[in-house]
C-alpha cells in the first residue's frame, strides 16, 4: 500500500516558469489537500478537496491553482512562479465526513526552490 | 478563528529524561486534537489523537490528555530516546469545519546521548 506519493521530491524553477506538483493516494480517501510548510510558520492550507470535480481554497491560494477529475489524483499548478514561493510543499489525504475524526495521511513532500 | 499555540523549540533532552511539549488552542467549535511527527526528510505522521474532552491518546510511550477546562493537550513521554528526534506539531480539527486541520508551527526536539 503506497500510501500518499509526491512527485517530484525536488525542484529548482526560474522565477515566472510554470510547473505542476503531483499528489496520487491509492486508499480511496474522498479528502485531498496541500499544504506548505515554512520555518516558523508551520503548515499552511493551500487548497483542499472533499471529492472529485469539487476543490476549495485555503488560507494561502493566490498563485496556485488545483483540479481534481480523479478520486486518486489532485495535482497542484504554480502558474508563474516567485521567490515567495520556495517552501517544502506536502499533500495529505484522509477520509471525509463533516462529523468524522480521521487523522491525514501525508506525503514525502516536495522541496521547492524559486531563484 | 481557529488556532494552535506551541511552546517554541528547540528543546534539547539527554536520554531517558521526561518530556513536555506544550500546546493550547483556540476553536470556535468543540474540536478533535491531534499530535504529528515529523522525521527529518519526512512528511507527517499521525502520533495520537484525542476527541472529547478527558479523552488520553497515546501511542509509542507518547501521552496527551484533552484539558476542555484549560484548552490544553500537553504531549508527555518519561523517557526519551535518541530515535524521538523530530518535529512535532500539534493540530486541531473543528466538526463541521470541513475537515480542515490546524497545525501549530511545531516544536523541534533534540534527544542527545
Known amino acids: 500500500n503506497a500510501g500518499v506519493t509526491q512527485t517530484p521530491k525536488f525542484q529548482v524553477l526560474k522565477t515566472g516558469q510554470s510547473m505542476t506538483l503531483q499528489c496520487a493516494q491509492d486508499?480511496?480517501?474522498?479528502?485531498m489537500s496541500w499544504y506548505r510548510q515554512d520555518p516558523g510558520m508551520g503548515l499552511r492550507l493551500i487548497h483542499y478537496?472533499?471529492?472529485?470535480?469539487?476543490?476549495d481554497q485555503g488560507e494561502v491560494p493566490n498563485g496556485y491553482n488545483v483540479s481534481r477529475s480523479t478520486t486518486e489524483d489532485f495535482p497542484l499548478r504554480l502558474l508563474s512562479a516567485a521567490p515567495s514561493q520556495t517552501s517544502v510543499y506536502f499533500c495529505?489525504?484522509?477520509?471525509?465526513?463533516?462529523?468524522?475524526?480521521?487523522?491525514?495521511?501525508f506525503g514525502s513532500g516536495t522541496r521547492l526552490t524559486v531563484v | 478563528g481557529d488556532s494552535v499555540t506551541q511552546m517554541e523549540g528547540p528543546v534539547t533532552l539527554s536520554e531517558e529524561a521526561f518530556l513536555t511539549i506544550n500546546c493550547t488552542y483556540t476553536?470556535?467549535?468543540?474540536?478533535?486534537l491531534f499530535w504529528y511527527v515529523q522525521y527529518p526528510g519526512e512528511g507527517l505522521q499521525l502520533l495520537l489523537k484525542?476527541?472529547?474532552?478527558?479523552d488520553k491518546g497515546s501511542n509509542k510511550g507518547f501521552e496527551a490528555t484533552y484539558r476542555k477546562e484549560t484548552t490544553s493537550f500537553h504531549l508527555e513521554k518519561g523517557s526519551v530516546q535518541v530515535s524521538d528526534s523530530a518535529v512535532y506539531f500539534c493540530?486541531?480539527?473543528?466538526?463541521?469545519?470541513?475537515?480542515?486541520?490546524?497545525f501549530g508551527t511545531g516544536t523541534q526536539l533534540k534527544v542527545e546521548l
Open positions: 495529505a489525504s484522509s477520509q471525509y465526513g463533516q462529523g468524522a475524526n480521521y487523522g491525514y495521511t
Open positions: 478537496s472533499v471529492g472529485a470535480g469539487i476543490t
Open positions: 484525542a476527541t472529547k474532552a478527558d
Open positions: 476553536a470556535t467549535g468543540y474540536p478533535s
Open positions: 486508499m480511496n480517501h474522498e479528502y
Open positions: 493540530a486541531l480539527k473543528v466538526t463541521g469545519g470541513g475537515n480542515k486541520l490546524t
